[in-house]
């Protein structure tokens, strides 16, 4: 009897040094795993700082130009850079270079004829190069293909959309009739561009 009570207390405490191990092993792999996620998380991250645009340079209308990072407005519409010498990038959609349409905006026609960055955008022809630069150093050149007039309220899906497995750049501007009273331009030009 003894010795079934000693085998049984030894299965017992094999039993549960199995289970501790187990719950320890357990909990140490759930720490590696979350340890690694956020490792993997920081990485992520910085990788996506480093891909982040920093400058922009338009050589045919003699423009350099940094980088503004901005959402949308509180009424739902793409924000712009806070003065007239930067170019905004709508960072709800891509990363310019990566494949989608990745939207900058930029003023013309600032108060006081204080010069804008997109002043000239409309002297813009295609063929001409865009370049990209990022926090990498890393610089992603796009050809102009297109340019288009959009009046304020039109339909401008295929300006922050594509599905066509392409890099586009996509620059928008006010231009058309000052309206004094509500503060805006009639229109706004939209200059189109792929990655080369």
């Given at each position: 009897m003894h010795f079934v009570v000693k085998k049984l207390f030894k299965k017992i405490i094999l039993i549960i040094v199995s289970i501790g191990l187990v719950i320890t092993?357990?909990?140490?792999?759930?720490?590696?795993?979350?340890?690694?996620?956020?490792?993997n998380q920081?990485?992520?991250?910085?990788?996506?700082?480093?891909?982040?645009?920093?400058?922009?340079?338009?050589?045919?209308?003699?423009?350099?130009?940094?980088?503004?990072?901005?959402?949308?407005?509180?009424?739902?519409?793409?924000?712009?850079?806070?003065?007239?010498?930067?170019?905004?990038?709508?960072?709800?959609?891509?990363?310019?270079?990566?494949v989608g349409s990745s939207v900058l905006a930029g003023h013309s026609g600032w108060k006081n004829g204080i010069p804008a960055v997109f002043d000239n955008l409309y002297k813009v022809k295609i063929g001409d190069k865009i370049y990209v630069e990022n926090a990498n150093g890393q610089v992603t050149t796009f050809i102009v293909k297109k340019k288009a007039t959009y009046k304020p309220d039109a339909d401008a899906y295929n300006v922050f959309n594509s599905s066509d497995g392409i890099a586009h750049l996509n620059l928008i501007t006010c231009t058309g009739d000052w309206d004094k009273v509500?503060?805006?331009?009639?229109?706004?030009?939209?200059?189109f561009a792929d990655k080369e």
């Open positions: 092993i357990g909990l140490g792999v759930r720490e590696i795993v979350k340890n690694s996620n956020l490792k920081k990485i992520l991250a910085e990788q996506i700082k480093m891909n982040l645009p920093i400058r922009f340079k338009l050589p045919s209308i003699n423009v350099v130009s940094n980088f503004e990072s901005v959402g949308l407005t509180p009424d739902g519409a793409m924000d712009v850079p806070k003065g007239p010498a930067n170019v905004a990038w709508y960072n709800l959609g891509p990363i310019p270079g990566v509500n503060k805006v331009h009639s229109d706004r030009l939209v200059v």
